[in-house]
């Protein structure tokens, strides 16, 4: 149990790096001037639906967070014409961001939840409605597919603070070091970057990786997929197409 809630603990943080998690609250602003996506990409309508997320069970929303200060990123530097030497322009461009998740509900009212709370106690969490993540044990163990789904938006100023956004992605995935971690092709938006993420050594009772970007103009979208050993690449790079899809759908 003391391993398991070790590894748990550092597959937390990695969850909360990775989203950027920042202050909730909420403000609105115009669709901005010369094409470029506005706040209009962190609407509700931008973002994944339940029901893109096409699997026989169903989904909650596990999280909802807006993001309008930005992320603490190191490497976030930008060479784009315009910007001063050294500038990190994935910072000082940032305007917003929204981060929305969701769980698969086996999580939430299925047999195995039992055990993903002892989990919480032997952390020193507070049980509540909803179980800790990322998920682990036999919840993992008996459903094979997508168990967590978050999306991540960023809104930038300029294409080039979108551009050192991807780009600290792009270097920075090195994973855990009881994960084994890869790149995996996708070519989606204007640019994108994926790598994947499965335990090492192998263990059913942890969850495997997915973790897409894609920049579309001024804004990133991030997509990162959790679940068991079945959950593919090709499923999660629909889920981005989606997203990617929703964003122009919502700023058109």
Request: net charge negative; hydrophobic share 45%.
């Amino acid at each position: 149990m003391a391993d398991m809630a070790t590894r748990r603990f550092g597959l937390a943080a990695a969850a909360l790096s990775i989203a950027g998690v920042a202050a909730i609250a909420v403000v609105a602003r115009a669709h901005n001037a010369g094409g470029e996506l506005g706040s209009c990409a962190v609407a509700d309508k931008a973002f994944l639906q339940p029901t893109d997320l096409v699997t026989k069970d169903s989904f909650v929303r596990n999280v909802d967070l807006w993001q309008h200060s930005a992320p603490p990123l190191r490497g976030a530097l930008s060479d784009v014409k315009g910007t001063s030497q050294g500038r990190p322009a994935a910072t000082t461009e940032y305007v917003d961001g929204r981060l929305i998740g969701y769980l698969d509900d086996v999580a939430v009212v299925g047999p195995d939840r039992t055990v993903e709370d002892a989990y919480s106690r032997g952390l020193g969490y507070a049980v509540g409605k909803l179980p800790l993540v990322p998920l682990q044990g036999p919840v993992v163990a008996h459903n094979s597919g997508l168990l967590e789904a978050y999306e991540n938006v960023w809104e930038y100023s300029s294409e080039g603070g979108a551009r050192a956004m991807l780009g600290v992605f792009r270097g920075s995935h090195g994973g855990l070091a009881d994960m084994t971690t890869k790149d995996v092709p996708v070519q989606l938006g204007d640019e994108s970057v994926g790598y994947s993420m499965v335990p090492a050594p192998p263990d059913p009772e942890l969850e495997h990786w997915v973790h897409l970007e894609a920049r579309v103009k001024n804004i990133v979208i991030s997509i990162t997929a959790q679940g068991g050993r079945a959950l593919s690449v090709r499923d999660v790079t629909t889920l981005l197409e989606h997203a990617v899809d929703h964003a122009l759908s919502a700023c058109a």
